[in-house]
């Protein structure tokens, strides 16, 4: 046992994801199952994405309580209630609500009224369970583990693209457009581009204020505004391209401050 112990302190980032994946995507196909026997197919009114999210909850607490022990744990806890960071970062953490209503914004007047910002206020709850659930492990145990030997910008990145493909059993059916037929694979494509920048960003924060809860909001910001303001009346393939630019606007963001902080 003690030999076991060891050998996932050496590997916990690898464990921690080999566990994520196989409780999201066991837990997934699990309630999908039956209808994908039963050749219903699979809809976007499928309950399967609330047990995604005990993957990377779930996880993430395990490795604390292996990696650390009690201090660990009580150590993940204090990160979570850390909220005397400054009201700058708070505002900070908020900003991709501005971002995306930003995007939508051009997009409606440059592009076509279709993107209008829809105001699905309702929709903040659906940003607001998967945003404490996933920075649980994700903030919580993964980045720190994976900064270990390598530098903030790269343990980010490789976190984002990680991240970014966990979704990949859930993610044609996000969005006012999904299942997005023939254009679900570029959808598919600028979901986890946006998702990598994002998890940047994230871990940007993370390391200004160690706080949990701030990369939480930061999420929050972005997934709950994303459901919010989302257009509601867009094709698949408008969903894909303003999927996209919001891609694109995350990059800038995290190419400036790469260039001017210590986000490398």
Known sequence: MRSLQASIRRHSALTYFLATFTISW????????????????????????PVMLLGPSLSGIGMVGIAGGRAGLRGLLARMARWRVGARWYAVALILLVLIL???????????????????????????VPAFLEEIGCTGFAFPALSTGRGALSAGLLLGVLWGLWHLPVVDHLGAAGPHGAYAVPFAVAFVSAMTALRALISWLYIRT????????????????????????????????????????????VVLIATQSRLR
């Open 210 to 253: 160690e706080s949990v809860l701030l990369a939480q909001l930061m999420h929050l910001s972005s997934t709950g505004s994303l459901v919010v303001l989302g257009p509601a009346h867009v094709s698949p393939a408008q969903e894909a391209l303003w999927y996209g630019v919001y891609a694109g606007a995350l990059w800038f963001v």
């Open 26 to 49: 066991g837990g997934a196909f699990l309630v999908a199952a039956p209808h994908l026997l039963a050749h219903h197919g699979i809809t976007q009114s499928d309950a399967f994405a």
């Open 102 to 128: 930003l995007v939508l914004l051009s997009m409606r007047a440059l592009v076509s009224a279709a993107f209008a910002p829809n105001l699905f206020a309702i929709g903040i709850v659906f940003g607001l």
